[in-house]
């Protein structure tokens, strides 16, 4: 689901929240937007990769890209190690973190791991 943009604090900067499938997301202009993946483990969608050449455009062209995955998924472990080794990219910034609620307590998802991303160029 698309959702309008809505405006943040700064110099013109905007939000656009999108959720389901990534054939609704638009391209942009390159090193002109940021792209955050939270809870980043990607399924197959009809007959598309979960990694598939538009979310590697995407990635390519963000200014800045953040990754947020848990590591215990085998989805998001085969995945991002293929994203964050890109020669085009450089790790910023990378943490860990487990989550201290016990309805996710012994669950994959109460550790957390973040990447953020820039251009290497």
Do not use: W
């Amino acid at each position: 689901m698309l959702q309008a943009a809505s405006p943040l604090p700064g110099a013109g900067e905007s939000l656009l929240h999108l959720s389901g499938p990534s054939a609704s997301i638009r391209q942009h202009q390159p090193r002109s937007c940021g792209l955050v993946l939270l809870g980043y483990s990607p399924k197959p969608y009809g007959s598309r990769e979960p990694f598939g050449q538009l979310l590697s455009s995407l990635i390519s062209n963000a200014h800045v890209v953040v990754i947020d995955h848990a590591p215990e998924l085998d989805r998001a472990a085969s995945q991002v190690p293929s994203i964050v080794e890109r020669r085009t990219i450089s790790v910023r910034c990378s943490f860990e973190l487990v989550v201290g609620d016990e309805e996710i307590a012994d669950t994959p998802f109460a550790s957390r791991c973040f990447y953020i991303l820039h251009p290497s160029n």
